[in-house]
């Protein structure tokens, strides 16, 4: 499945019937959770589990089988969110990989839900796929967080502020009544 993409924009949606949601400075993931395994695809449909050992083995202890969702992985430090660690995780060799691993260790940011169950979700409204992302991992601990979401544009431009060069890439704005459409530019 193709992620769906966000067009980019100079301000902040100020028409009611959006979701923001911030932009995290990481890698756009899909995750698959079948059988005994969590597939990690990136944007561009590569597999990303070879890099990422430790977040594929936490997945697949946190997800129920048959969901899929949508997300960033990121690796953290001190500071904020580190893109320049999270880069060296992509690396040919598979000891440096298994080094960096338990180094820089990766999290997956879930934001959208396009699968539960074995059923996608992706004809759902956005609100009722967050509604249902929110009871699936709402309460899940690290490696996997749910990203925050606020209806309040006043909230989505603090986070701008506030977070700006501390891995946040910006605000996405998501239509409530939308559905998913992989591979597809959408407000």
């Known amino acids: 499945t193709e992620p769906m993409l966000a067009k980019i924009a100079d301000a902040i949606p100020t028409e009611p019937g959006f979701l923001f949601e911030p932009k995290w ?4 993931a ?21 890099y990422f050992p430790e977040l ?7 997800l129920p089988e048959g969901c899929v969702l949508d997300g ?27 080094k960096l691993a338990k180094e820089t260790p990766a999290r997956f940011v879930a934001f959208d839900l396009l699968g539960v169950d074995g059923t996608s979700t992706m004809s759902l409204p956005q609100s009722e796929r967050r509604a249902r992302l929110e009871q699936l991992v709402g309460g899940s601990k690290p490696p996997l967080h749910l990203t925050p979401v606020t209806r309040d544009r006043a909230e989505a431009g603090r986070w701008l502020a506030q977070f700006e060069g501390a891995g946040l890439d910006g605000v996405v704005a998501k239509l409530e009544s939308a559905p ?8």
């Open 72 to 98: 960033e992985i990121v690796v953290a430090s001190p500071d904020g969110l580190d893109f320049d660690a999270l880069q060296q995780r992509i690396h040919p060799a598979a000891s440096r990989v298994a």
């Open 30 to 50: 899909i995750v698959f959770r079948t059988g005994a395994e969590a597939l990690l695809q990136s944007r561009d449909l590569k597999p990303l589990n070879r």
């Open 56 to 62: 594929e083995q936490a997945l697949v202890a946190i």
């Open 25 to 28: 400075d990481g890698f756009r």
């Open 180 to 187: 998913y459409l992989p591979g597809k530019l959408a407000m």
